[in-house]
Nanobody, 112 residues
Framework: QVQLVESGGGLVQAGGSLRLSCAAS????????MAWFRQAPGKEREFVAG????????HYADSVKGRFTISRDNAKNMVYLQMNSLKPEDTAVYRC?????WGQGTQVTVSS
């Protein structure tokens, strides 16, 4: 079973960038499709981006398409979310996901 730990969140001005990282433990990391989700206060959790086990297939929520990029490095057991052109509505706790496993989340706050 894989365990996930996110990092890289913080406070950024609108228009800025952040790169989130998700460190995974476990020997079977490369067999999992991975995803990022987010949840803003008072809102439901929403899908942000996903990537196949090999990294060859990615998909994005319409709200982040063209601004966010998901990637992975199976040799390092890492998944990344590059976030550019950030907007205040991107403010949320971002969590890494692999099937039933979730990380603890990292806070992203975008000021206007």
């Amino acid at each position: 079973q894989v365990q996930l730990v996110e990092s890289g969140g913080g406070l950024v001005q609108a228009g800025g960038s952040l790169r989130l990282s998700c460190a995974a433990s476990g020997r079977t990391f490369s067999s999992y499709a991975m995803a990022w989700f987010r949840q803003a206060p008072g809102k439901e959790r929403e899908f942000v981006a996903g990537i196949s086990s090999s990294g060859s297939i990615t998909h994005y929520a319409d709200s982040v398409k063209g601004r966010f990029t998901i990637s992975r490095d199976n040799a390092k057991n890492m998944v990344y979310l590059q976030m550019n052109s950030l907007k205040p509505e991107d403010t949320a706790v971002y969590r890494c996901n692999a099937e039933e496993t979730w990380g603890q989340g990292t806070q992203v706050t975008v000021s206007s």
